[in-house]
């Protein structure tokens, strides 16, 4: 029930709204549940709302963890 | 980010995953709690990948279309087809629900008024804003996810003083249908895959008890295919240690936590109530309203509807058998014949995620092999 | 006489079952005729004439990539190409709001000629309409188009092994107009793909048995199709499906698949195995055919007879189902 995209903030307007560009396409995007957005920020949009930031060290980490276990299993 | 979708990766975690079950006695089911869930399952073709594996995949209440009852869609219908000047905004496939008096789709609405598909709640302000003539109300349903952007929105109306904008509300929450399903003792589940981002704003707490008092695994997962697998793997493990918990597999977007601004504008804008679910019935504090204050955008207050609980039901529709996952598509006598995406005789085959309509469009094929 | 108290919906125009359960229960028995029957997009008729009729009734009428106009112009004559006719001749009925700004007719009617000189076709006939402000919406275009037969599809000649051709992107037409209708707040560089297929007609020449050009409901509704009429099941690639970047973008966010979207300058072919990489050059070779691919096969091993099948970028098999209502947005 959760269709949520992660895209990179462009713009912060004062009034909390604002716009992100994902793949180019640039949507309007509403950030009032969220604190200190900020351009250049990932962030998930569902509904047109921006819901949460994206985590680039967990992110990491779970791109390791897949790759590890990729690895593991060509042994 | 593409390690989330490299063929190698999910062949990987599919080998992984078959390894974990061979050594268990009982059969594997894992429920996908979120309708985008079962969809992604679906649509990379991982059901049947994972059936090889040795891991059933059955789908839950997770669908805001399947489990909203017909009664409140006849409500729309009404204000649709007998007042004029009404805009009724809604999201895309909550107009394709068929009723007894048909669908928000098929419907003839009333002179000048119409029905209008949004994407975001806050198109169906601007509407309000467009149009000063008309009566815009807005069919606002969804979960925890969807919740606070529905919240703030009408808390903006208020903010402008718009008197032709009000919102006819279907709030679910998932901890409390969880709960009524695991009671109900009928589903039988070796672990539970947690919808991601209903966990964004509920965070990771609210599942702990489906841990601690049920015994019941479940991992909280992401919506890229190896998101999946890795949680379905780290389901299999709590099995194997004996030990179930609520893992965190999509820790790069849920705070465990949550997001407590947003729980903070459901707080101020709505409270709880009990609430009716197609399928699973009452459940207590399974749904939230308006609050008092803000009558005067809760459309049922406004307009004056009158919704009874269970009205709606259409016999014959095994769809709240689906919910709960007590039986397959197929096992519903009137799927495939009744009950078609074309013509669909219930929400489960009207809902884009909806188990019966995922399951025609894209699980019939069971015996294929994977390239 | 009986007294049907039903009415007509809007969505006995969507395309869907309603659609083709109409014709088929109203339409063909009320004009029993071999001709009719095919139900193709363009009869064939004696003399080696073909002969296809569209009505335009799209909302906006000016989109980013085209207008109104062109797309009456180019939807008539791709029904042509790809029923194996070069297009020739077409005719122009026009039915006007009253009050539609003059400006805005003289720029469909300069579409329109634009893309009547860009295909090679004549408009030899046409009649024009005023009606009362409120009775249409601002214009509807009706263009038949008559063409000379070079080819013809064959079915019956297809075998497992045969290639399915995508001639480019897919899906921008779809989303300019969804774009330019709607208030998604979505800003996409999306350009409708309006255009003549011509180029595509020496390809019947040199080993196609079929081809369609891929509008309502797009590539999966128009390869369910062409399986369901195969004693073969059909297979594509998700990751050979040629997609632009903006498609791409603007669909995932508004949750929409592109397999199910609209184009109208698009074609999807079925070429012999052995003039398979033939054809693709001859297609790549063209502008309006960049970004072609071999995107599947006619298969015999995978699935069943009729299915239309999809490899998944995952390396997961799934059944790919046609277009069953409207596409709609969703946020879940």
Known sequence: MCLGIPAKVTQVERSGEGKVDYLGTKVRVNFLLLENVKPGDWVIVHAGFAITKLDEEEARETLSLLREIAEKQGE | ??????????????????????????????????????????????????????????????????????????????????????????FGDMTRVP??????????????????????????????????????????????????????????????????????SALWLIPPALRTILEAGETVVSG??????????????????????????????????????????AILDQVKKGKPGVYLEYGRVVNPEGNPVARAVMEEML?????????????????????????????????????????????????????????????????????????????????????CYVYYKFGRNEGAKSH | MRNDL?????????????????????????????????????????????????????????????????LAVNGTINDLVVSGARPRFISLALILEEGLPWDDLEKILGSIKRAARRADVLVTTGDTKVVRRGQADKIYINTSGVGSVVGKPRLKSIRPGDRIILSGTLGEHSLAVMLARSEFGLEANVRSDCAPLNYLLPLWKKGTFWMRDITRGGLATILSELAEKLPYSVLIEEDKIPLSRAVRGASELLGIDP?????????????????????????????????????????????????????????????????????????C
């Not at chain 2, 979120?34 to 649509?43: A, E, F, L, N, W």
């Not at chain 2, 601690?212 to 190896?226: K, T």
């Not at chain 2, 109530?273 to 019935?281: P, S």
């Not at chain 3, 029957?37 to 004696?46: G, I, N, T, V, Y």
């Open chain 2, 192 to 233: 539970f895959l947690y919808p991601g981002h209903v966990s964004v704003i509920i965070g990771v707490k609210p599942y702990r008890f489906i841990a601690d008092e049920f015994g019941v695994p479940g991992a909280v997962a992401g919506f890229e295919p190896n998101d999946i697998l890795l949680g379905i793997s």
């Open chain 3, 6 to 70: 039903r009415k007509v919906s809007l969505e006995l125009g969507s395309g869907g079952k309603l659609m083709r359960d109409f014709i088929s229960s109203h339409i063909v028995p009320a004009f029993k005729n071999r001709f009719l029957k095919e139900l193709s997009d363009a009869s064939h008729l004696p003399a080696g004439a073909a002969f296809t009729t569209d009505s335009y009734v799209v909302d906006p009428i000016f989109f980013p990539g085209g207008d109104i106009g062109s």
């Open chain 3, 259 to 331: 397999l199910y979207l609209a184009c109208e300058g698009r074609a999807v072919l079925v070429a012999a195995h052995k003039q398979a990489d033939l054809i693709l050059r001859k297609i790549k070779a063209h502008p309006q055919g960049r970004r072609a691919a071999i995107i599947g096969r006619v298969d015999d091993k995978a699935g069943k007879p009729g299915e239309l099948l999809l490899s998944t970028v995952t390396g997961g098999l799934r059944l790919l189902e046609p277009l069953t209502s409207e596409l709609l947005p969703r946020i």
């Open chain 2, 271 to 355: 409270e709880p109530k009990d609430a009716f679910w197609r399928g699973l019935g009452r459940i207590p504090e399974s749904g939230l309203k308006l609050r008092k204050r803000f009558a005067a955008y809760d459309a049922q207050a406004k307009h004056k509807l009158t919704i009874k609980e269970g009205s709606g039901d259409l016999p014959g529709c095994r769809c709240g058998e689906i919910l709960r996952g007590l039986i397959a598509p197929p096992e519903c006598p009137l799927y495939q014949k009744k009950c078609t995406p074309d013509s669909p005789f219930g929400p489960c085959m009207v809902s884009f995620e909806g188990a």
């Open chain 2, 99 to 168: 009723t007894r008096k048909g669908s928000l789709q098929t419907a003839i609405p009333a002179p000048r008024s119409m029905v209008k598909i949004v994407y975001s709640p806050a198109e169906s302000l601007a509407l309000a804003r467009a149009h000063p003539d008309k009566e815009v109300v807005f069919f606002g349903a969804g979960f925890e996810t969807t919740i606070p952007s529905i919240a703030l929105t009408v808390k903006k109306a208020q903010a402008e003083n718009l008197e032709n904008y009000s919102v006819l």
């Open chain 2, 1 to 90: 980010m593409k390690e989330l979708r490299d063929k190698k990766i999910t062949h990987a975690l599919l080998q992984e995953i078959e390894e974990k079950v061979r050594s268990e006695s009982e059969p594997v089911r894992i429920m996908e709690v979120c309708g985008t869930h079962t969809m992604t399952v679906h649509r990379y073709g991982l059901k049947t990948l994972l059936k090889e594996a040795g891991v059933e995949m059955v789908s839950g209440p997770g669908c805001p279309v399947c489990i909203t009852p017909n009664e409140i869609h006849e409500a729309c219908l009404g204000l649709l087809t007998e007042k004029e000047n009404i805009i009724l905004a809604s």
